[in-house]
């Protein structure tokens, strides 16, 4: 079995029709890759969220911690900042899901799109 044609005209269409598939499929694959990129790079908020989310749970924890050491009033005191962290450890889950939802986003899409040529 041969792949390809012996008469040098059919050979020629033959190449050329092959060469012309491949670089249709590369341009596919590489617009699946840009639009990947594109897209990850709206993640970008979600990492913002998520980085603020820790530092002020960091910093309500740390607020919390020196609140107990006040004589008398620590717990009452201490309460709120332990709430706080709680809300901000939410945020920061927040941003991680933005993340994720974004990330399969992304690759969905890049799937997608390097299937057009199939």
């Not at 269409?13 to 590489?30: E, F, K, M, N, P």
């Not at 939802?101 to 997608?112: G, K, P, Q, S």
Request: with cysteine.
């Amino acid at each position: 079995m041969k792949l390809y044609a012996e008469k040098p005209w059919r050979f020629t269409r033959q190449i050329v029709a092959d060469i012309a598939a491949l670089t249709w499929s590369a341009v596919w694959i590489w617009a699946a890759i840009t639009l990947y990129h594109l897209v990850e790079k709206l993640a970008v908020p979600g990492q913002k969220l998520e980085r603020a989310g820790v530092d002020l749970a960091a910093d309500m924890m740390e607020a919390q911690e020196r609140a107990q050491g006040v004589p008398l009033v620590g717990d009452r005191l201490s309460s709120p900042f332990g709430s706080a962290a709680g809300a901000a450890q939410t945020i920061a889950e927040a941003g991680r899901d933005q993340q994720l939802a974004i990330e399969n986003l992304a690759i969905v899409l890049a799937l997608l799109t390097a299937g057009i040529p199939c």
